[in-house]
């Protein structure tokens, strides 16, 4: 089982920052992917970014060039840089870990973008 749980959402401006941070506890191996989803209301969840063990990572073209994820496998954690926000990216972000046939899903944060 592994637990993750999300943090740093919150409300700015546009044009604004925020950091998200996911840290994950329990059975974690050491191959695996970690990756950030979001959903906001009537829209189908999509994947805004991944990240393998390796550190290989991918993003969506909605937010390459202006989000960065990096883990640091050290402490399980995975983080969200995400620079020049726009309201569009509002949402509620969701952590998520896989590996194998195995994934698991954090609770959430509300990120909100006002213009």
């Known amino acids: 089982q592994v637990q993750l749980v999300e943090s740093g959402g919150g409300l700015v401006q546009a044009g604004g920052s925020l950091r998200l941070s996911c840290a994950a506890s329990g059975s974690i191996f050491r191959l695996n992917v970690m990756a950030w989803h979001r959903q906001a209301p009537g829209k189908q969840r999509e994947l805004v970014a991944s990240i393998t063990s390796g550190g290989i990572s991918n993003y969506a073209g909605s937010v390459k060039g202006r989000f960065t994820i990096s883990r640091d496998n050290s ?41």
Request: charged content about 15%; hydrophobic content about 25%.
């Open 75 to 115: 402490k399980s954690t995975v983080y969200l840089q995400m620079n020049s926000l726009k309201p569009e990216d509002t949402a509620v972000y969701y952590c998520a870990y896989r590996s194998g046939g195995d994934e698991y899903w954090g609770q959430g944060t509300q990120v909100t973008v006002s213009s």
